[in-house]
C-alpha cells in the first residue's frame, strides 16, 4: 500500500516513484491524507532531486484529476494559452477573443499577480463591475454565447495544485521546474483543453531569467501536457524589457484597447499574440500551419472582430455594455502622475524588468502581502525600451501613483532599473525558440 513516507522517501534518494503512487499523493493532498509537513518534505525532494518525464506526467495527471475536469460538448475545439509572468504582459485580452473570432473557444483560467509580475485577472478587474468568479453554469453559458471567457479557476479545478502551492510559497520550493509543470499544467488540463499554446518568458522581468532554463521549462511543459492527451507547443519569448508599454492594471488595459481598435497599435503586442494564436490554432486544426494561424489572428485584430467579442465579454462579466466604445471614461486614473527623467545622455542598455515590477507593487498596482487590495489606477506608462536614444532630464518613463511620496520613490526605482549608456545595443529579439 501506498504511503507519503514512502514516496518522499524515494525521491529523497533519487528514484523515481511509481506513477501510481504519484497519483496516490496528488489525490491526498486534495483529500488531507497527506500532512504539511509530508507535501513540503515531498516539494524540497523534487527540488533537490528532481522527477523524470514520466514522474511529471503522473503528477499532472494526478493533481488534474484531483478535483473536477470540465468536459465540453461545442461546436469549435477548446483552446488556451499559459504565461509564465512578465511585466506589461497582457496579450491574454486580445488573444482569447481573437482566437474566438477565429473559430476556437476559450474557457481561459487565469491567476492573479505572483511577485513582481502581473495579473490577468488584477488587470480585467480594472474595469468597473468586471467579474472574474463564474460559477460553472455561467462559464458554460457564456462559452455558448461569447465563446471566450477569462476567469479564476474555481476550488474544485485541482484543488492539490491549491494545497501545495501554498506550501511551495511557505518552504522555498516555488523554483521546482517539475513543480512549476504540474502546477501550471494541472489547472489548465482540469479545462478539458483540446490544444494549449505556451508563452515561457526569458529575461530580468521574468522568472526564468537564463535561456537554459527557459527553455528546460518549456520542454518540461511540452512533454507534461502532450504525455497528459493535449496538443501543446512553447514559444520562448522575450522578458528582458516590458512587453507593453506600461506596467500597472488600468494602464495595461488601456494598451490593450488601444491595440484592439487601432488608435494606437503596440506592435510587440500585437506581433506576439499573432504568434501564440498561430500556434494553438494550428494544433487545433482551425489553421493549416502556424504562420497560416498568424495571419488569422492578425485579420481578427485588423477587422475588429477581435475588440467586438472583447465587448461582449466584458459585458457578459458584468463589466459596462459600451466599454470597447468608451473605455477611456470607464477605467480609474491616478491623482499624481510624475515624469522619470534619465539621469545621464546615451542609450537604453538594459532594463531591470523586477525592479520595475517591484516598483508598480510598492505603488499599490500589487500585493505585498496575500490578501492585499490592489489599486488599479497605479503604475508606469510610457516605459522607454531597450534601444531608444536619451538624454539627462528626458522623460524615460511616466508614474502614475496615489499620493506624491510613493511617486517620487518610484521615480527613484525606475532611474536604478535602466542602464543607459554611450553606444546603440543590439534589440533582443521578441520570440527566441519554438519547442514542440
Known amino acids: 500500500m501506498t ?16 506513477a501510481e503512487d504519484l497519483r496516490w499523493f496528488a489525490s491526498g493532498l486534495a483529500s488531507g491524507a497527506v500532512t504539511d509537513a509530508q507535501a513540503g518534505a515531498f516539494a524540497m525532494a523534487v527540488l533537490l532531486k528532481g522527477l523524470n518525464e514520466e514522474g511529471r506526467i503522473a503528477l499532472t495527471r494526478g493533481m488534474r484529476d484531483s478535483g473536477k475536469v470540465m468536459a465540453w460538448d461545442l461546436p469549435g475545439p477548446v483552446v488556451d494559452k499559459h504565461s509564465t509572468g512578465g511585466i506589461g504582459d497582457c496579450v491574454s485580452l486580445l488573444l482569447a477573443p481573437a482566437l474566438a473570432a477565429c473559430g476556437a473557444y476559450v474557457p481561459m483560467i487565469s491567476g492573479r499577480g505572483l511577485g513582481h509580475t502581473g495579473g490577468t485577472l488584477d488587470k480585467l478587474e480594472a474595469i468597473p463591475g468586471f467579474r472574474t468568479g463564474l460559477a460553472e453554469d455561467a462559464l458554460r453559458k457564456q462559452m455558448g454565447a461569447v465563446k471566450c471567457a477569462i476567469v479564476a479557476a474555481s476550488a474544485d479545478l485541482a484543488p492539490a495544485d491549491r494545497r501545495l502551492y501554498a506550501i511551495r510559497d511557505v518552504s522555498a520550493t516555488v523554483e521546482s521546474i517539475d513543480l512549476i509543470t504540474a502546477s501550471i499544467l494541472s489547472k489548465k488540463l482540469a479545462a478539458g483543453l483540446e490544444a494549449l499554446v505556451l508563452d515561457v518568458k526569458c529575461g530580468s522581468g521574468a522568472f526564468m531569467k537564463t535561456p537554459e532554463r527557459a527553455e528546460a521549462l518549456a520542454r518540461a511543459l511540452v512533454g507534461a501536457a502532450q504525455g497528459a492527451g493535449c496538443m501543446t507547443s512553447a514559444l520562448i519569448t522575450d522578458m528582458s524589457q516590458p512587453l507593453a508599454t506600461a506596467a500597472g492594471n488600468a494602464l495595461e488595459v488601456i494598451e490593450v484597447m488601444e491595440t484592439l481598435t487601432g488608435t494606437s497599435v503596440n506592435t510587440a503586442l500585437w506581433d506576439l499574440t499573432a504568434a501564440l494564436g498561430g500556434e494553438v490554432l494550428a494544433l487545433a486544426g482551425l489553421a493549416a500551419d502556424p504562420k497560416d494561424g498568424s495571419g488569422r ?16 465579454m466584458v459585458a457578459a462579466q458584468g463589466g459596462p455594455s459600451d466599454f ?23 542609450y537604453v542598455t538594459a532594463i531591470d524588468g523586477e525592479a520595475l515590477g517591484l516598483a508598480v507593487v510598492h505603488l499599490g498596482g500589487g500585493r505585498l502581502r496575500e490578501g492585499d487590495r490592489v489599486n488599479p489606477s497605479v503604475g508606469l506608462s510610457d516605459l522607454a525600451g531597450i534601444g531608444e536614444e536619451t ?15 510613493a511617486a517620487e520613490a518610484a521615480v527613484r526605482a525606475v532611474q536604478a532599473a535602466y542602464v543607459i549608456r554611450p553606444g546603440m545595443p543590439e534589440e533582443p529579439a521578441l520570440i527566441q525558440q519554438r519547442i514542440v
Not at 489572428?297 to 461582449?312: D, M, T, W
Not at 528626458?394 to 511620496?405: D, K, S
Request: hydrophobic share 50%.
Open 297 to 312: 489572428i492578425a485579420e481578427a485584430l485588423q477587422s475588429g472582430a477581435a475588440a467586438e467579442i472583447f465587448g461582449r
Open 324 to 346: 470597447v466604445e468608451r473605455w477611456p471614461d470607464r477605467l480609474p486614473s491616478a491623482p499624481v502622475m510624475i515624469e522619470v527623467p534619465a539621469l545621464e545622455d546615451g
Open 391 to 405: 538624454g539627462a532630464g528626458v522623460p524615460i518613463a511616466m508614474v502614475h501613483a496615489a499620493t506624491e511620496a
Open 3 to 18: 504511503d507519503a513516507r514512502s514516496v518522499i522517501a524515494t525521491v529523497r534518494d533519487g528514484g523515481q516513484p511509481l
